[in-house]
């Protein structure tokens, strides 16, 4: 099925570090969702956001639904350890329709 | 409160044994899904259940059936299944399914094995 591009596809964090991962589409959504993953979990959600332009923070998270309506981006600020998992983009493209997942972003701790 | 709970959180089945998945919520969701995910996927849709009502099968195969007894409760039955068929099968809810603004709930899953 349709995935929306979610980038890196993984990455390696140091603890205190900020990072970022982006999620684009050629088409346009009306709904963003930000969800975290851990090994053997189901995805909880970190952050919805509805409208286009809208900046939305919950703790050290901040994501923005962009403002052409095809992309999203979610920044971690100084990043400590419990940060590891995967991480999903998730949108709907209207009312009814289903939820297009991204391809997620693995965070990884640095050795 | 946004829980979904989901039991059993594993289950080890036989090809032809027959078990349920279930999956209950109290925040008056009345819209409740089945994703099925393998390792290192994002979920896949298998069913939408909109005020008890099967509103969408994504073509799964007859061996796994859902049910709807309340607006509270999801079930999902299986039977006959596939080792491929082993996979997270994750439980989610929301206020509708035709809203203007749904943000969908998960539950932590039933991790399924076949054999």
């Known amino acids: 099925g349709q995935q929306l591009n979610q980038s890196p596809q993984s990455m390696f964090i140091q603890e205190g570090e900020d990072v970022s991962m982006n999620c684009t589409s050629s088409?346009?959504?009306?709904?963003w969702l930000w969800y975290k993953q851990d090994p053997g979990e189901g995805p909880v959600l970190l952050i919805a956001l509805y409208k286009a332009g809208e900046l939305t923070s919950n703790g050290r998270l901040t994501a923005q639904f962009g403002i052409t309506r095809k992309d999203s981006f979610l920044n971690i600020s100084a990043s400590i350890p419990s940060d590891v998992g995967i991480y999903f983009c998730?949108?709907?493209?209207?009312?009814?329709?289903?939820?297009?997942f991204g391809g997620g972003t693995r965070v990884l701790v640095k050795p | 409160d946004t829980e979904v709970t989901q039991t059993p959180k594993h289950l080890v089945m036989g090809m032809t044994n027959k078990k349920s998945l279930k999956c209950e919520q109290h925040m008056g969701h009345r819209a409740m899904y089945w994703y099925k995910q393998k390792a290192k996927k994002p979920p896949e849709l298998m069913f939408v259940y909109s005020y008890e009502k099967l509103s969408i099968n994504e073509s799964v195969p007859s061996r796994f059936s859902p049910e709807c007894p309340n607006s509270s409760l999801l079930n999902l039955h299986l039977h006959a299944l596939q080792p491929e068929d082993s996979a997270l099968y994750l439980c989610a809810s929301s206020q509708m399914w035709r809203g203007p603004q749904e943000t969908q709930y998960f539950g932590p899953g039933t991790r399924l094995l076949v054999l």
């Open positions: 088409s346009i959504f009306n709904t």
């Open positions: 998730a949108g709907t493209r209207a009312a009814g329709n289903k939820l297009t």
